[in-house]
T-cell receptor
Framework: DAKTTQPPSMDCAEGRAANLPCNHS???????VYWYRQIHSQGPQYIIH???NNETNEMASLIITEDRKSSTLILPHATLRDTAVYYC??????????????FGTGTKLQVIP | GAVVSQHPSRVICKSGTSVKIECRSL??????MFWYRQFPKQSLMLMAT?????????EQGVEKDKFLINHASLTLSTLTVTSAHPEDSSFYIC??????????FGPGTRLTVL
């Protein structure tokens, strides 16, 4: 399984865009990039995922580089409730549905008033 | 969106007792569920992969006889911590996925062993 590298922490001013980078240089062709976030003492919350095209939903945008070796999660207008640990993971889908997922250390995003 | 529930949300038990944690997918069938453990200020650590109708696959260093996993149906997996000790105190989180869909996580279970 490909590993991911993220900065340990970031600050963002409330109302500004938060751009969270992730490096996944060993990703293989059939692995998706997923983003989750975890607020203290809760289970991780799904944000967005993509294979190679940029994706957008009501929560965020995901920009994946053309070589797929890195991606950026964008929260367009960060609020205090977006303060959390953000995890970038890559997901293997094997024949038969076996889908092992491992987590890195994530980025702790602090949104500042 | 898809919902995964866990029960109980928190449990306190005495050392030496066993504790069962349930993980349910509420609106989809999950052929595969995962169990994670998270210690304070650390990331989620994968413990095992639970496959419906077959034995669980444990990660290296996780004792299968201590952490019993049963995935008896497409919507329920259980994790039993046998003979729990204080060092087993942790936040246990399950996740479930439809075959090719996103991975959804339960709210977690806080286990405290006295």
């Amino acid at each position: 399984d490909a590993k991911t590298t993220q900065p340990p922490s970031m600050d963002c001013a409330e109302g500004r865009a938060a751009n969270l980078p992730c490096n996944h240089s060993t990703i293989s062709g059939n692995e998706y990039v997923y983003w989750y976030r975890q607020i203290h003492s809760q289970g991780p919350q799904y944000i967005i995922h993509g294979l190679k095209n940029n994706e957008t939903n009501e929560m965020a945008s995901l920009i994946i580089t053309e070589d797929r070796k890195s991606s950026t999660l964008i929260l367009p207008h960060a609020t205090l409730r977006d303060t959390a640990v953000y995890y970038c993971i890559v997901r293997v889908v094997r024949i038969g549905g076996y889908q092992k997922v491992t987590f890195g250390t994530g980025t702790k995003l602090q949104v500042i008033p | 969106g898809a919902v995964v529930s866990q029960h109980p949300s928190r449990v306190i038990c005495k050392s030496g007792t066993s504790v069962k944690i349930e993980c349910r997918s509420l609106d989809f069938q999950a052929t595969t569920m995962f169990w994670y453990r998270q210690f304070p200020k650390q990331s989620l650590m994968l413990m095992a992969t639970s496959n419906e109708g077959s034995k669980a696959t444990y990660e290296q260093g996780v004792e299968k006889d201590k952490f019993l996993i049963n995935h008896a149906s497409l919507t329920l997996s259980t994790l039993t911590v046998t003979s729990a000790h204080p060092e087993d105190s942790s936040f246990y989180i399950c996740s479930a996925t439809p075959l090719a869909g996103a991975l959804f996580f339960g709210p977690g279970t806080r286990l405290t062993v006295l």
